[in-house]
């Protein structure tokens, strides 16, 4: 009788390998965000590759992972199994992915499109491992300027500097929007 | 004390057989379940992981490694939870493979569970440093620092305490209560290890089928101990009030405790079963005793047989009359329900005739139906012969004695002389591959007689053993 | 919008309103909330609680209630920034400035909500604190750039439960932040926060103790930054990546 409970044994187990490994397939194929085509975005995925802070187990088999592109340009990002095709134009709303497990606990990832791109992503659900809570949608990488920002242009209200005396501050940005202000 | 054995009516010869055969298809068709479970139960976890998506996340070598960990992690647990299962002494499992089959598989999965944890650990510290750009060290400084992992490395040392020591030659160096006592830290091990699963091991996310399977299992392996290894007992022995009537030196070294109770028809107890036995005087109750019945137990008396083996074993042969006694059990599959051949062969020796006693008294057997074989060395070791050759179930069947020293320097289970004489296992009882085989004895000596008995082809589902050594 | 401008701690201050400025009273209230503070905690007025105590004519027990509070709680944020934010300069002077501006900042901001005024900014010496929004608009805010004050690294708005910006630089008066050079090469921090202390402490902290120090208050305290790097390269949080001057 033993041989025949191994024989079983291995078959069961086998099937029931197989069940889970084609569920796992199905989720990470299905679940993936629709390609936007604001494709000049899409390169700048090549400027998050040089974001060293990727936690790989952060990652979601669902939607983008707000980790693994840097950027919150519309790109959707690795999951290798995530082949989605492109997306008809113009899909708004908010998506909410499947929960998934990061070593800080479980995550769920809601992404706001906007006529086809990604304009937001938000990471729902955070479990806190003893007391530190991970925003790991906000970890620090690194940014190119676009360009040299001149102070009338912006319409800011304010600007923030290292703390200056009061005869700086007398030449500095503040003191002339302070005075545009008045 | 007398000893009472119910009249029962024989059905007819095909009829019996037909029952037999069809129950050990039965029992064995269990048996084979048991074990498609238990590894099937090592797929689920796996699968589970796979099913939401473990596999997807392995990217790199770094994640990976970290998948694997987390794999190790999942089916070292399962076992560990399977293991936990096979020592709460179901009675399903015991009335399928019997205790002693259950306790070797749990001691089987013992090394491979540890072996699968610490590779959880190693793996996960390598994988996440890996991912990070930190050091192994770092990452366990880490680690360190979280509670919940604190106490999962907590329980994993606890693990690696208790394996060690039941490594047989480290085991040998403590007394059995000892060794048990620590053995027992693996409760505490699982239990302080789930906080991490929980927290950090998100497999156990909520609302997932995962955690469904997990919690289940958990309450599977605690509640079955919770359960069979402590409330029943505790029922069990209250209820039926159990102590000593008196003790009867029956042969050198050897007694015969005498057993009274309440109700004992209930335990339904069978012939060859043992049970665990606890007395409670102050020297012996912080041991307790797999030890047979030695007799069928009535509605008011029971009888088992004790040889003085140990220290243990000599206190409890100095027992007082009065002393209070609690029961685990009955367990035990040498019995009549596992028949599966129309005739039965019996070998005991020594102590091992006390079950024997009690499995033949309690046996319906058709005049001639059996045949016995009773071993011993001297006439000391002759105790509870008469008994059997008196047994009513045994009339018309044949007893024969075996006495005498083996042959120095030789492996084989008969006395010298029989063996200058030609006796083999086969002329000793050449119904025997349509017997069932009964053997009972100590270990070495029994070991010999299996070891005839298959080599004569004997199927395996024909061969019962009683062994006193788990 | 109205602005109101004056001078305390030795910087420039201005609250700049959404409509029209409020009564006299709640300005004043505000100018002396701070000039409050700086009596009380200036290393440049000799007679102030923090002087006495500094060269020993006042015994730290014998301090004032307000003044053993708020240095408990610079030792709070030393142990949370890992010494990377300390009142205990290496002359072993006592120098609350890092966490005073900022508690002035909170304290005027209390003092204007009771007197139910809402809707304007508060930039004290580069560090901003809002409330409520302009006209139904948030708080568009900036960052200097380090290399020229004449320009911005790049702006923002403060939305939600941002209410605080908070910039740390060596550019000028940086001898208040003590740091080796072996754990921070940053010129430059800017934090955003829910919060003018949080940010204002934070700010100080990365700046002193480099790379770690920012991974670790973005964990811990979930705030943003924006550090320029010594050789101009410029580090910053997700949400910080779509400010108005950054490539996306």
Known sequence: MRRRAVVWSVLSSGAILAVGWQLGAETAATTGLAETQAAPDASSASVSGGSAATTPSATTPSATTPSAAATPAPTTSEAPAAAAPAAPAAVSGTFTGTSVSTRYGSVQVQVVVSNGSITDVVALKLTNDDNRSVSISNRAAPVLRSEVLAAQSAKVQGVSGATYTSDAYLTSLQAALDQAGL | MSIQTATRRRASPNSVDRARRTRTRRRLRRADLLVVLCWSSVAVAVSLYLAYGGLSEVRDVASALTALGIVTGLVGTDLILVMLVLAARIPLIDRAVGQDRAIAVHRSLGKPALYLILAHGVLLTIGYAMSDGSSVVAETIAFLQGSDLVLGYAGLGLLVLVVVTSVVAVRRRFSYEAWHLIHLLSYVAVLIALPHQLSSGAVLADGTLQRVYWIALYVLAFGSIGVFRFAVPLIRSARHDISVAAVEAIAPGVVSIHLRGRDLGRLQTAGGQYAIWRFWSAKTWWHAHPISFSAVPTATGARITVRDLGRGSSAISRVRPGTRVSIEGPYGIFTDEVRAAPRMAVVAAGIGITPVRSLLEGSVLLPGEATVLLRATDASQQYLWQEVSALPSLTGSAVYSMVGPRPPGLATWMSAEALARGVTLTSAFPDLLVSDLYVCGPQSWTELVIRDARAAGLPEKQLHVERFDW | MATHVFDTMGTGASIRFAGDLPPAEALTAVETCFAEFDAQFSLYRSDSEISEIARGALTLPLASERFRDLYAEALHWR????????????????????????????????????????????????????????????????????????????????????????????????????????????RQVSVVADDIVTADVLATAILAGGRERLDEAVETFGVDVIAVDADGSIVATERMHRAHGFAL
């Open chain 3, 79 to 186: 142990s949370l920034t890992h010494d990377s934010f300390s009142p205990h300069r290496p002359d072993r002077v006592l120098d609350l400035s890092g966490l005073v501006k900022a508690k002035a900042m909170d304290a005027a901001a209390a003092g204007l909500s009771a007197a139910d005024v809402h809707d304007w900014m508060l930039n004290v010496g580069g560090d901003l604190l809002v409330d409520g929004n302009l006209e139904g608009s948030p708080w568009h805010v900036a960052v200097v750039d380090p290399d020229d004050r004449c320009h911005l690294l790049c702006t923002f708005d403060l939305d939600g439960s941002r209410t605080s910006l908070a910039t740390s630089g060596t550019t000028e008066r940086g001898e208040h932040i003590w740091r080796s050079r072996a754990t921070s090469t940053y």
